[in-house]
Nanobody, 125 residues
Framework: QVHLEESGGGLVQAGDSQLLSCAVS????????MGWFRQAPGKEREFVAA????????DYEDTLKGRFTISKDNAKNVVYLQMNNLKPEDTAVYYC??????????????????WGRGTQVTVSS
């Protein structure tokens, strides 16, 4: 079993930066892909970024590349999402997910095995 807990959300202004963290506990020695997804009201959950826990390779949603950066600290069992130059359309609940046993990075949220409760990010204009 893997437990995920997001933190770092809140209210920011357009143009600001924000760092989200996802603390990973439980069976952390597995072969995981860690992903960040977001869901705005009335919209589908969408892929933001993913990182392979062991290899470190990363993947980003194309329109977010350059503004968002995913990283990990294996020693602390934390995955981060650094978000820069935030825009009102980035407003959403951000979720951390983990999927085990699949190679590389995974963009499809339905394949993920574990989820955190999410953290709200609100960007005011």
């Amino acid at each position: 079993q893997v437990h995920l807990e997001e933190s770092g959300g809140g209210l920011v202004q357009a143009g600001d930066s924000q760092l989200l963290s996802c603390a990973v506990s439980g069976r952390t020695w597995g072969s995981f892909c860690m992903g960040w997804f977001r869901q705005a009201p009335g919209k589908e959950r969408e892929f933001v970024a993913a990182i392979n826990w062991r290899g470190g390779n990363t993947d980003y949603e194309d329109t977010l590349k350059g503004r968002f950066t995913i990283s990990k600290d294996n020693a602390k069992n934390v995955v981060y999402l650094q978000m820069n130059n935030l825009k009102p359309e980035d407003t959403a609940v951000y979720y951390c997910g983990a999927v085990e046993g699949l190679p590389g990075t995974i963009r499809t949220w339905t394949l993920y095995d574990y989820w955190g409760r999410g953290t709200q990010v609100t960007v005011s204009s």
